[in-house]
């Protein structure tokens, strides 16, 4: 017998096995619960694959859409059901970043603590940040042109306004194989986009602290220059050129020579710096992260790179924050969208609240910087174009490669009680300045004089 | 019948007109079923864990009149080697030499294991097995060893001792706690079930009540105590019966049947295990028996979902396989002398192999997968040899690779396994909405027949897990698994005063049983383990695996040694020991 008292461990063995596995078991619900619980199979809170409980509101309090046993019921109209449908997505699913699916564990309510149980079995209710009003000026001034249009509050975190284009009804979306290309994509958070013109801020920060004579340094613009055997033109020949009237002539060739000047490596670590490589976290949703290549080889591509084409690729949210920090001396509030969730629409649980980025730039680089922005308003863009606004600016016109342009125009508002950071890229436009300017007008206008 | 009807549509329609009361009932109810259920389960395994199952001392035997050893089980091991219950350190003993071992009727037998120098009682060479009298000189080499009984007296105080020790707790507070559990699971599945509820919910709860009382009541009469075991079960049988009230209300009666038809074989198998002679001479007969089913099971089998292991006989579904895990653990089980027949480990590895190339045609391969596990854990409490466990093994593994090759349906479910939401309509199916389902319930649950799950195939069976989790939340599953997990502590902690290796071999085999049945099934349909599709016992709606998950229970009943614990050990027998019951 007492061999065999030994050999019972084994048993043991096996019974410690089942505990682990639970253990397992529990750490995969902690972590992947809500995944499984919003589940479209699951019946307390699906009927027939559309999400039953729930309601999302702009932060006025429109109602976007509410979910019911009988289907989502949208807002009425048609217009901001289209320039909002980024934002609110539909109850397919069919735009990943949109609150519908983005935030449907917190539309379920769902929790570890009581799964998808609630007594009165409605869900919550979400206020996002959008001004879908907004939302509306954004997508009637864009019209007929695919682009985006992003704003939000530097100090706060609040994104006021994220419109994505083509759009699409959310009552009756298109099927995917006949939606235009771009219709599910939210253009603002999940694309990258050639930047053109106005990634030369990040050159022109570079050089504020790494040339040490930018100050009295000068350039002649004939039109055209040669780098390595190569060829870069300007849209003009500038002639005598400083710092300033470089950066508001957006002139290529003077920016050519600068980024060779400060060389590929230094280039990257402003970009870093900025958070351009990286993605944010906007209540649970990854934007895109931009990606850039430097040669480190004074060439052709580190002139163009300089300049904001060859390879750089940005994401329109993240230059959108580093205006903000510009704007803020160095640091912006990190944007967010879920401005309010409410239990029965009464009581609120969640508060977005503003969360400081690290610095991506420094604040006396950013206020030289902001003097230039002005400057470019003042002198190439016209004052006179953003009545009653103190605005800030960079353009920019990239090259796509099909014989089209992206059009840009973004920067920030500096306003103690509209602290706004802007972008917009109209694709296949004419001119930043021209096409993109007066739709930021517009939507800033609108969002002013609120 | 006819009142029941009355009274639970008298019931639904006063629900149906006053919706509020049913809502805000479940959300209170949800709460009171989540304290009596870790009231329930708490308290049993508080009392099994603490309360000692102390050895009893059955005499001393004297080893050339100065060493006094107790001797604590009924088989003791005579020999050189460390482990022998009565260890000699004498070179002309070998490792292991004898026997000695009490039978039923409370006489000492010595067996010699074919010795190198033989072993004499009062000097006559020992040649079969022969019995040992107090005052018999055995010399086993050059130590003269004496049986001695204990006193009157000892007797005495060893009884006040073990009654001090051991002290279950009362059955009562529990029992009530279970029938008050029913009685609301009741009114909460007729609440949430509306017009599939039937008054033979009511019925099948009402059954395994009663059973519950008399059994106690009836054990209690035959001055009985220690009911721990028996109230988890109780306990899981009773979520059994909600789930399977949920998901398939008409089959909650046959369940409730089961159940009795369990707790019968398992006080059969109590009553049988009292004699092991008896045990042992029908070993082969059951063994005929047990095959003669998966045979017949494989040429009448059904195909049911891609595994044949179902037979209809006068229109009840039987699955011979469950009832065969009982006789598997009969004949793998073996007191000490049979640990030295080469014949006894012959029939149990042949009977092993039956049973498995039955379930591999069959295509079975979780019902396999639990029977190599117990055959494994078994075959090692017998012969404790690593390295011989670890070729089993992986001779066992080649042959599984092997049945993935040619059963397409379990190729699949092993192809599909950590991949579940890759094909979460197809192969994944069942995982996934598994998992859903649980995550939904949360901590605890959205009440009894309010969920979905029961809608997915096999949710009362090879997904009960997700059922439970669902319905009445993480804290009430893991509650069960608790349940199950705690047989297992009982068994081993049992061996350390077991009175013949029988019962804490069968008590281990059956523990492994259940316990990896439970694992199968939990881990399978969360996505753990690849989905096997083996019932969750005590729980899953399913006849034969409710019997048969009773029926493992006696085994570990058997092995309780705490003082009337055990219905495995009539109280007359004792008394022919030599003992007086207080």
């Known amino acids: ?450 | 019948m006819e009142f029941l009807n009355g009274f639970t549509s008298g019931l639904s329609d006063f629900i149906a007109q006053n919706n509020d009361i049913g809502i805000i009932y479940t959300a209170i109810a949800r709460w009171v079923f989540v304290a009596i259920a870790v009231f329930v389960v708490v308290r049993a395994i508080r009392s099994l864990l603490i309360t000692k199952n102390p050895s009893e001392v059955w005499a001393y035997v004297q080893i050339d009149g100065i060493e006094n050893y107790p001797l604590t089980h009924w088989e003791n091991l005579i020999g050189r080697h460390k482990h022998c219950d009565i260890q000699i350190n004498d070179s002309q003993v070998s490792r292991s030499h004898g026997t000695l071992t009490r039978n039923s009727s409370g006489k000492w037998i010595f067996k010699d294991l074919n010795s190198a120098n033989g072993s004499f009682i009062n000097g006559k060479l020992v040649t079969e097995p022969k019995e040992v009298k107090p005052g018999d000189t055995l010399l086993v080499g050059q130590s003269k060893i004496t049986l001695m009984p204990i006193s009157l007296e000892e007797q005495r105080n060893n009884m006040e001792f073990r009654k001090q020790d051991t002290k279950p707790m009362s059955p009562w507070p529990s029992l009530l706690a279970i029938t008050i559990f029913q009685l609301l699971d009741v009114i909460q599945l007729n609440i949430a079930l509306g017009d599939e509820f039937t008054p033979w919910v009511v019925v099948a709860f009402g059954l395994l009540c009663a059973v519950m009382w008399v059994y106690v009541l009836f054990l209690k009469g035959m001055q009985r105590r220690g009911f721990e075991m028996e109230t988890l079960a109780f306990f899981l049988t009773t979520i059994g019966l909600s789930t399977t009230a949920s998901a398939n209300p008409d089959a909650a009666i046959k369940l409730a049947i089961a159940a009795v038809l369990g707790i019968v074989l398992m006080v059969f198998v109590c009553i049988v295990l009292r004699n092991l002679q008896f045990m042992k001479n029908i070993r082969k007969i059951l063994v005929i028996v047990a095959a003669g089913l998966l045979l017949a099971n494989l040429v009448f089998g059904t195909v049911q979902y891609g595994a044949a292991n179902w037979i209809y006989i006068g229109g009840i579904s039987i699955q011979p396989s469950e009832l065969v895990k009982v006789v598997f653990i009969i004949i793998g089980a073996a007191s000490l002398d049979e640990l030295f027949e080469m014949k006894n480990l012959t029939l149990f590895i042949a009977f092993s192999v039956i049973c498995l190339g039955c379930l591999a045609v069959m295509g079975d391969f979780g019902t396999a997968a639990i029977f190599f596990a117990t055959f494994v854990v078994m075959a090692f409490l017998r012969e404790g040899d690593f390295s011989k466990l670890i070729l089993i093994v992986s001779l066992a593994v080649a042959g599984g690779l092997l049945a993935l090759r040619f059963k397409e349906h379990i190729a699949q479910r092993f192809g599909v396994w950590r991949h579940v939401w890759e094909d979460v309509d197809n192969l994944g199916y069942q995982q996934t909405r598994t998992m859903s389902a649980s995550a939904s319930g949360g901590l605890i649950g959205v009440g009894a027949g309010n969920g979905w799950l029961k809608e997915i195939f096999a949710a009362d069976t090879d997904l009960v897990f997700g059922m439970i989790s669902e319905e009445w939340g993480l804290i009430i599953a893991l509650l069960a698994v608790t349940a199950i997990i705690s047989f297992a502590l009982f068994s081993v902690m049992s061996i350390m005063s077991g009175r013949s290796a029988y019962y804490t071999i069968a008590a281990c085999g059956a523990t492994t049983m259940l316990v990896v049945q439970t694992m199968l099934n939990v881990f399978g349909s969360l996505d753990i383990l690849p989905l096997t599709g083996v019932t969750f016992p005590f729980v899953s709606n399913g006849g034969t695996s409710m019997i048969a998950a009773w029926g493992l229970l006696g085994f570990l009943k058997a092995a309780d040694t705490r003082q009337n614990a055990s219905i495995a050990v009539s109280l007359a027998a004792k008394k022919r020991g030599g003992r007086v019951d207080g």
Request: proline share 3%; aromatic share 12%; charged share 20%.
């Open chain 1, 1 to 450: 017998m007492a061999k065999i008292e030994k050999r019972a461990f084994l048993c043991l063995i096996v019974s410690l096995a089942f505990v682990l596995g639970i253990l397992f078991y529990i750490g995969e619900l902690v972590v992947d619960g809500d995944d499984w619980a919003t589940f479209y199979a699951n019946q307390h809170i699906y009927h027939n694959g559309q999400l039953n409980v729930g309601a999302i509101y702009d932060r006025d309090g429109n109602l976007l859409v509410e979910n019911t046993k009988k289907g989502p019921v949208y807002n009425e109209d048609y217009e901001n059901r289209v320039a909002n449908v980024h934002a609110v997505g539909d109850c397919y699913g069919n735009v990943a970043t949109g609150a519908q699916y983005a935030f449907r564990s917190d539309l379920v309510g769902y929790n570890f603590l009581t799964g998808t149980y609630s007594i009165s079995s409605s869900g919550r209710s979400i206020y996002l940040s959008i001004d879908s009003e907004a939302n509306k000026e954004a997508k009637r001034a864009l019209g007929y042109s695919d682009g985006l249009v992003g704003v939000y509050n530097y100090k706060t975190g609040e994104i006021l306004c994220m419109v994505s284009s083509p759009g699409y009804d959310p009552k009756n979306p298109p099927s995917p194989d006949q939606a235009a290309s771009g219709t599910y994509i939210n253009k603002f958070m999940s694309s990258t986009i050639t930047p053109g013109s106005i990634f030369k801020l990040v050159t022109t920060e570079a050089a504020l602290e790494q040339k040490v004579d930018y100050d009295s340094w000068t350039y002649t613009c004939t039109g055209k220059t040669e780098i390595n055997g190569e060829i870069v033109h300007c849209t003009a020949a500038h002639g005598y050129q400083d710092k300033d009237a470089a950066l508001a002539n957006s002139c290529n060739c003077a920016y050519a020579h600068l980024a060779v000047d400060l060389g590929g490596k230094t280039l990257r670590k402003y970009v870093k710096k900025a958070g351009l490589d990286s993605s944010y976290d906007v209540d649970g949703i990854q934007t895109a992260k931009g990606s850039f290549n430097f040669p480190s080889e004074s060439n052709i591509n580190l002139s163009w790179a300089g300049i904001g084409q060859f390879e750089d690729q940005v994401n329109p949210l993240s230059y959108m924050v580093f205006m903000g920090a510009i704007a803020n001396g160095g640091e912006a509030a990190m944007p967010y969208l879920v401005k309010d969730i409410k239990v029965e629409n009464a009581f609120s649980i969640h508060k977005g609240k503003a969360v400081m980025t690290d610095e991506l730039i420094n604040s006396n680089t950013a206020s030289l910087l902001a003097k230039m922005m002005k400057n470019n308003v003042k002198k190439t863009y016209g004052e006179y174009n953003y009545p009653g606004l103190d605005i800030y600016a960079k353009s920019g016109t990239a090259e796509r490669g099909d014989g089209y342009a992206n059009t840009w125009f973004t920067g920030f508002l500096k306003d103690e009680e509209h602290p706004y950071a802007f972008i917009v890229c109209v694709e296949k436009g004419a001119t930043g300045a021209g096409t993109a300017g007066p739709i930021a007008n517009r939507v800033l206008q609108s969002l002013v004089s609120k």
